[in-house]
């Protein structure tokens, strides 16, 4: 039977989760600290953390994050977010993270993965790969959403695995934020083509979503965000920067299905798929 | 340095070029305005969003609309729109939210990109009537080819469009509401007598109508000298009536109609380009685009015109000031970016070159490359970029 | 019984050592982290967590001289709890990166998870099985694992399994308990409750 962990995919932007569509867009939902802890405490199995600005700003400001959280939450912590160097993942994984993820720095030097990998071992370091549909073809890209690639997908994957990365992470994002549902087309690519665990997600906006996935084989996680985020929407911000409008005011509404940890669980037992309760 | 007589703003352009402290615009945009501490009029007022009573702003627009209101067997208010996000999101609120039957005026980019279609499209499937034309496409050609070389912005005759193709729709069809989206001049920080103004007056506000044109409200002088200069212009290839809504209906007409001005919906609801793109995703079908547009970081501002781009870079080359610095200064002034993040963004992507469609703006325009650099070049004014090593820099890039 | 008042967390620079002293906070119990021997050999209960390669593991702790105390401390039977790579460096030798030989307490070797049915590593939640239900109180919940690597109990030494889990067809050992050794493949102080009640019920065994 298919085991899935599900994960709760927060981007943050500031330590306050942001909630993109399309990966366009960084409305600001909250604090991510009590997100992520709230999490916890409703079941989820991981949580991913990724720093939107890091890639732009040339560094990761996810370190006193992780600090906080890891005090609190005792559930694995992955990041990523312009991640370029082995001190970078040093920093990350002293603060608390137990793995840390690579994406834009892989493009401008190849070599990084396999040195991280040596360094920290495969089990630590992962891939995301941020993957959008134009004109019904695949593309890579980087910055959070910001550089398209050319490089050939299913040679990316195979390239990427021989380096020696324990996990992938797959984000449809052309799905991203938008509740509209799997991209199956992509999700079939990806089991097809890989042969270590991946996350898959993107486009996640109702529990029905899941269900045809418990024929795959090879995915070992599912990533959650929107479909979370906006059924716990907490008014905690800060006076950080960022796009409040949303949690200021009533008159900006979002349409989700009602739906917690619990609930998204129960759906994968009862569609024959294996996860924590 | 060939004259530029009709680019009236380049003749405003400051001798040394500085840095608003607080967003990232530079004196050298046309009706900016620093204060003696050095930050821009727009930045001086941008808590001004935040102390406005919107029950209010909003209590008149009802006012303004009841005014209006048919009783559904007619149109009733025009909304120019490209299909974008902030005419997206005016549509559907008078519809939606206050029971107007709003009538979209579209006036055709100079050439569509799929995005712009698709969305376009969803606009329209949304529930709205549309007249949208498409000029000429030779008179449209030449004068975006003429545009370019005198008034360095080839966008210059999708402007004029924009700005007088409603107007005169609304004569044609007696609906005497129009509605646009955001006031450029208080979102990017130009003239400051228009701030807690809710409408151009079309008659009294005539200075800033052709300041806003860049200094001509009209075509025709222009157009005359063109004929006379330009081997390409040929006055037989131009038909009057074909270049009837580059214009505006005339005073007399207007007032016939009872039309005396427009109107901009960023007044009566608290303008956030970015909870637009959310609101229009959530109710239109709007989509951004995946990679993002040239020159600058975002994806869902103007997207239907594959020439835009070169709109931005040609006010790039005149005045240092391409699409990244609008898009991020507008951030600032929003409390969603910090000045570093948007300095880092400027300095990558501001000025950025469009190659994406660059052959294909060449054939629009019928020049070659070297043709099209000689333009470029022609634009440059010392004040804004020197010689360092054989390349063209910034004299004064942003702090 | 062996008081407690001494619990040191080693630190041979490869893991992520908070998040076990996190876990102990968490459940009220101060615990000393560190890379000096002189720790090690005066703790009462030693810790071993790990994230990395074997290889890595067992140069830095040669490197820093801990092997003897290390050694010792388990010979002479005092309390030691092992985290994933932690507990797989109690074996003779591992072939991961190359072949290394281990602490040896036990003569069982660490062998690569063979991809079968699938995807190498194995990295998620697995339900353990008990096989003996002495201390400390193991439960059978689903608890975190992370590995591409695996302990292969040889068959005169299956009596220290305490726990396994069902992988790729096969039974994979997820827990070993004998005298005063525990150690664990999979990782309490990132399983969640349940994975905190048991780090409570280990620190329980050893009081």
């Not at chain 3, 590995?147 to 396994?164: M, R």
Request: proline share 2%.
């Amino acid at each position: 039977m298919l085991k899935i962990r599900l994960v709760a995919k927060i981007d943050v932007k500031d330590h306050q989760v942001v909630k993109g569509v399309r990966l366009e867009g960084l409305r600001v939902l909250g604090s991510a600290e009590l997100f992520a802890e709230k999490y916890f405490l409703e079941g989820i199995d991981e949580i991913f953390y990724h720093d939107v600005i890091a890639s732009l700003l040339g560094r990761n400001a996810l370190l006193e994050l992780i600090k906080n959280t890891a005090k609190n939450i005792f559930i694995p912590i992955t990041v990523s977010g312009g991640v370029r160097t082995l001190k970078d993942i040093y920093n990350l994984l002293n603060s608390g993270a137990d793995r840390v993820s690579l994406n834009s720095e892989v493009f401008k030097n190849k070599n990084i993965i396999s040195q991280a990998v040596k360094e920290f071992g495969s089990t630590t370091i992962i891939n995301s790969m941020d993957i959008g549909k134009i004109n019904n073809k695949y593309f890579l890209f980087t910055e959070n959403g910001k550089n398209k690639q050319e490089e050939n997908l299913i040679d990316w994957i195979k390239k990427i695995q021989d380096f020696g990365v324990g996990e992938f992470v797959i984000n449809a994002i052309h799905k991203d934020g938008t509740l509209e549902g799997i991209d199956h087309e992509l999700l079939n690519i990806i089991e097809g083509n890989v042969n270590i665990p991946y996350i898959f997600g993107g486009g996640i906006g109702k529990r029905e979503d899941l269900k045809n996935i418990s024929s795959l084989k090879k995915i070992n996680g599912i990533f959650l965000s929107s479909i979370l985020h906006y059924n716990y929407i907490d008014k905690n911000y800060s006076d950080n920067f960022g796009n409040t409008a949303f949690l200021q005011s009533n008159i900006f509404k979002k349409k989700v299905e009602k739906n917690n940890i619990q609930s998204i669980k129960s759906f994968l037992k009862k569609n024959k798929i294996e996860c924590r309760v | 340095m060939k004259k530029k007589i009709f680019e009236k703003q380049i003749k405003l352009l400051p001798k040394t070029i500085e840095w608003c402290k607080s967003c990232v615009i530079s004196n050298a945009r046309p009706r900016i305005f620093f204060n003696k501490d050095g930050i821009c009029f727009a930045c001086e007022n941008k808590n001004y969003k935040n102390k406005i009573d919107w029950d209010k702003r909003e209590a008149e627009l009802i006012k303004l609309l009841d005014k209006h209101r048919g009783n559904g067997s007619k149109w009733d208010v025009i909304v120019p729109s490209s299909g974008g996000k902030d005419s997206g999101f005016v549509a559907h609120q008078l519809k939606y939210k206050y029971g107007m039957n709003p009538l979209l005026v579209t006036w055709s980019p100079l050439k569509y990109t799929d995005i712009g279609i698709e969305n376009f499209d969803s606009l329209n499937n949304s529930g709205f009537s549309n007249i949208r034309f498409s000029p000429n496409g030779i008179v449209q050609r030449k004068l975006a080819r003429l545009c370019l070389e005198e008034l360095g912005d080839a966008f210059h005759v999708f402007v004029l469009g924009q700005s007088f193709f409603p107007l005169n729709i609304a004569c044609e069809t007696n609906i005497r509401l129009i509605i646009y989206g955001e006031n450029g001049e208080v979102e990017y920080g130009g003239d400051k007598n228009l701030y807690n103004k809710s409408h151009i007056n079309l008659f009294k506000d005539a200075k800033w109508v052709s300041n806003y044109l860049k200094g001509d409200s009209s075509i025709d002088g222009l157009l005359s000298w063109g004929f006379k200069n330009k081997g390409y212009l040929k006055e037989k290839y131009f038909n009057q009536s074909d270049l009837k809504y580059h214009r505006s209906p005339s005073h007399r007409d207007l007032k016939k109609c009872g039309i005396d001005r427009y109107y901009y919906y960023s007044y009566f609801k608290k303008w956030i380009p970015q909870e637009n793109y959310y609101y229009c995703i959530d109710n239109t079908g709007f989509k951004s685009k995946l990679d993002r547009s040239e020159g600058t970081y975002s994806k869902y501002s103007s997207l239907d015109d594959k020439f835009d781009s070169f709109h931005y870079y040609f006010r790039y080359i005149k005045f240092g000031l391409g699409r990244c610095i609008d898009d991020a200064a507008h951030e600032i002034r929003d409390g969603h970016i910090s000045r570093e993040e948007a300095v880092t963004l400027v300095r990558k992507y501001d000025g950025e070159f469009p190659d994406k469609y660059f052959e294909e703006f060449l054939e629009y325009l019928d020049i070659s490359k070297k043709e099209f650099w000689k333009i470029v070049d022609s634009w440059r004014f010392p004040n804004v970029w020197k010689k360092q090593n054989k390349k063209w820099v910034l004299r004064h890039p942003i702090k | 019984m062996p008081s407690l008042r001494k619990v040191v967390i080693v630190d041979y620079k490869l893991s992520n050592l908070f998040s076990v002293n996190n876990a102990l906070k968490k459940i009220n119990i101060n615990a000393q982290i560190s890379s000096y021997k002189k720790d090690i050999a005066s703790a009462d209960l030693i810790i071993l967590p790990g994230t990395g390669t074997f290889s890595a593991a067992m140069k830095n702790l040669r490197e820093n001289d801990l092997l003897d105390n290390l050694a010792s401390h388990i010979k002479n039977g005092k309390p030691f709890l092992g985290i994933c790579l932690g507990f797989q460096l109690l074996f003779s030798s591992s072939s991961e990166i190359k072949k290394t030989i281990g602490l040896n307490i036990f003569k069982s070797k660490i062998k690569k998870i063979k991809n079968e049915t699938h995807a190498v590593p194995n990295i998620g939640w697995n339900k353990i099985k008990i096989i003996h239900k002495k201390n400390p109180k193991l439960k059978s919940e689903y608890f975190y694992f992370v590995h591409s690597y695996y302990a292969d109990i040889l068959e005169k030494e299956q009596k220290i399994v305490s726990s396994y889990i069902e992988y790729q067809k096969n039974k994979v050992c997820s827990s070993i308990t004998y005298n005063n050794i525990f150690a664990t493949q999979f990782h309490p102080e990132k399983s969640g409750k349940k994975g905190l009640e048991l780090m409570k019920n280990i620190i329980k065994f050893y009081k």
